[in-house]
């Protein structure tokens, strides 16, 4: 039998994932899915109008060049489900485009109720917007079993949010959206292509510090749900490259010894001084 971290099993979700990627023996880890509180999803936002990040605004070009061959694909009537909308600004030129044949529903996914919002306001105009505020797959479960009798589904996964994924998962988790749909839907996948290290470096560590901060916020999260007590300052933003693996990876790197308490994860960490919380994994693809 593996060994199990020692957590009571009244913990929150996220207290409970707090408390087994920081009492880790080798490398700590948290997961990147809780940057996406409401200053966390402020933040990315921010980060999507950088110059250095190019990458939504890349979705956007295709979308906007593609939207109408794409729509040619799907006869009316289409349900458009798409996995962590952000806001939807870029989801608009495939709902214009569908919707110039009949009435078009657009089921959002997301854990972030401000982004369902923002995207529901931004977006009535071309959809029928039905909000889902839950994880990926438990939201194509919901989205899916609303689905009326003839209606095709159109699954937009964009943003190379699949990249955050660890490469093994990636695959299974493709198979389990194929799974909850039926023979004539389709799935649409926005992945990053690998550049220039010096060039997604700098993507991840932009000279504003808005990729910092959206890092960051992180611990800032911690403290403010979770009661912990990080002290923001003593951890520095590092993005590197992982060139074997083909990703890019953000930590947060200890300044110096220290000790953190997180009241509801009900746990004490150690860090020395340069140890590093791996956040989040952003893989990059080649075309083939
Ligand atoms: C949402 N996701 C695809 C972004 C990425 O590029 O991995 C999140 C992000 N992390 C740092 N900057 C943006």
Known sequence: MSAQPCVPLALSEF?????AGLAKEGQKT???????DDVGTALFQTISLLPEYGLTRADERVL??????IAAWFPSPV????????TGSKTRRILE?????????????????TALQCCRSELSDV???????????????????????????LTLFLGSTIGNFERAEMVQFLQEVRARLRPGDALLLGTDLEKSES????AYDDPLGVTAAFNV??????NRELGGDFVIGEFAHQARYNRSERRMEMHLRSRRDQEVFIRAAEIAVRFRRGETIWTESSHKFELS
């Open 127 to 153: 959809a029928e917007v039905v909000p889902v505020e839950a994880s990926y797959l438990e939201g194509v479960t919901r989205a899916v079993s609303l689905r009326k009798t003839q209606e095709r589904i």
């Open 15 to 19: 207290a409970f994932e707090v408390h």
């Open 30 to 36: 948290l997961p990147c899915r809780y940057f996406y």
């Open 79 to 86: 349900a458009v489900l798409e996995l962590g909308s952000g």
């Open 97 to 113: 485009a569908l919707s110039t044949r009949g009435s078009v529903v657009y089921y959002p996914i997301d854990v972030s109720r």
């Open 64 to 69: 906007r060049a593609h939207a109408g061959e």
């Open 199 to 202: 060039r997604m470096t700098l």
């Open 217 to 222: 916020n992180l611990l800032a999260r911690i």
